[in-house]
């Protein structure tokens, strides 16, 4: 890159004409400082998820009331990946980081909230009367007793929606304004609502099927909680707007006309679809993971859940870091700077997600075991959930991906083939995974299904790959691009050699000692591994740390 691009970069990251960064370590509008933050608290979330997910597998294991369960909360999940953490966020981000100034923010925010609120609660009790045969027809290898509970329990987890679409309205008021800290610690509130609940449950002595209810009525106070805290800070930000007097330009009017806000409502759902690919992949391969036996519906939500971990905090922590400062590059005209953000945002997902792949991996069996094999969690739950999670490793880099090329087709309101993309990957999807179901051996069906998730995640990758929009496409010089994928391959496949053959090396040990030491052998190897193939960023960042020493 010549020295001119170099500088077009910095300042395209830093946000400074001069390219430095501000005093007190934080940058305006940067990518770095807000994913850094985004990422703490992701991991904080990821982890209580686990723990909540190791406490339902401890006290429900794999069976029918828990695939009654997993089949219950799976449209809850997606809606709250779409709505609350993200896919809808990201729409509303970018349409809120396009205001001209404040005072249209706060109109628009006014105008979409009840609308958007009501738009849910319509969902949320046409989904209720419709329980039992939606339970019927999302998973059919269900038996009777099991799809009634399954309704039981869907309607116990739907009052979740409506708090999630306003937690999704509250948090992109705050990404819009660039203030990612609350937005990134309201998960942990809900963990911590579910956790409770299941805690409660175990100290009452419920049995399994209270059990499972008393978990689907944690999941909508959690839904709740996240809601009304960033709501207070939402409605902190929007009382400091004020309208300013100008004799040089009209005032700006209080609210919007019905017929735009409407407008506005129906250009979210666009949006989201294709953002939403992963979940609605993982809800489409609820279908033939019913019919491919007992257990395995449960085993792929918990593959799925171990995967939550790495994916939340490469893809979408950096897609959603850089997607402000794109919405504003995008509608200013600077191109250049549009593209530099965007592809340095795409080089942290690939470094990022290509290592935690071959690593999850290689610790697969011990992370599992670990994890989720206690209580009613057997032998067989615990088999069953690992090949469930080797066969999901191979959409991680996709998933990282999709979501900062995302983030640039968000900022530019590219909507419609994106939306494409997103119900692309539900029917590769489920087409996939019934012929794989059909084909395979019954111990290996789920896994399958799995990797027909990951195949589709794959193909809408490639498919907003090749999209270029706006004057602003992948096109041109692709050999540095293809240099550095091989390199950060070659990283890869180092660090996952590490992690397993210490797991290899350590089989004696237990299970816990075995996953810390092959953790620990991976994350020591990669940062050398980084430097052996001469990474130019982290070179870059290397040589800064040693000036400010």
Known sequence: MRRNDVGTAERAVTGRPDGRRRRGGRDAGGMLSPAVVLGGCTVLSRLLGLARDAVTAWLLGAGPVADALTAAMRLPHILRRMLAEGSLSMSLTALLAGCENRERTAAVVRALAWRLGLTLLVVCIVAALLAQPFMRLLAPGLDAVSAELAGQLLCACLPYVPAAGMAALCMAVLHARERFFIPAFSPILFNLCVLTAGLLAVRCGADKMQTALALALGMSCGGYAQWLLQQGAAVRLLRRVRPRPSSARPPVRDSLPPLEAWRLLCRLPAGALAASAPQLAML?????????????????????????????????????????????????????????????????????????????????????????????????????????????????????????????????????????????????????????????????????????????????????????????????????????????????????????????????????GRLGLSVAAGLLVWPPALLLVRDRDICRLGRRLLRRQ
Do not use: I, K
Not at 483 to 506: D, E, I, M, S, W
């Open 284 to 512: 489409a391969a609820m279908w033939p993971a019913s019919l491919a036996g007992e257990g395995n519906m449960a085993a792929l939500y918990y593959a799925e859940r171990l995967l939550e971990l790495p994916l939340g905090l490469v893809g979408a922590c950096l897609g959603m870091a850089a997607l402000p400062r794109l919405s504003r590059l995008a509608r200013a005209g600077r191109w250049r700077e549009f593209a530099l953000l965007r592809n340095a945002s795409l080089r942290w997902a690939v470094r990022l997600s290509l290592p935690a792949a071959t690593g999850l991996a290689a610790v697969s069996g011990p992370l599992v075991a670990c994890l989720l094999g206690h209580g009613a969690f057997d032998a067989n739950a615990v088999r069953l959930t690992t090949w469930a999670v080797l066969a999901y490793v191979p959409c991680l880099p996709a998933c990282a991906v999709s979501r900062c090329l995302l983030a640039g087709c968000h900022a530019v309101g590219c909507r419609r083939r994106t939306a494409l993309t997103g119900l692309l990957a539900p029917l590769l999807t489920l087409t996939a995974g019934l012929l794989l179901v059909r084909e395979l051996d019954a111990p290996v069906r789920g896994a399958g299904v799995a990797a027909a998730a990951s195949f589709a995640l794959w193909v809408q990758t490639g498919l907003l790959w090749r999209m270029g929009h706006r004057g602003v496409s992948s096109s041109g010089n692709r050999r540095p691009a293809l240099r550095f994928c091989c390199l950060q391959v070659l990283v890869a496949a180092l660090v996952g050699l590490a992690a397993g053959a210490t797991c290899l090396l350590t089989e004696a040990l237990p299970a816990w």
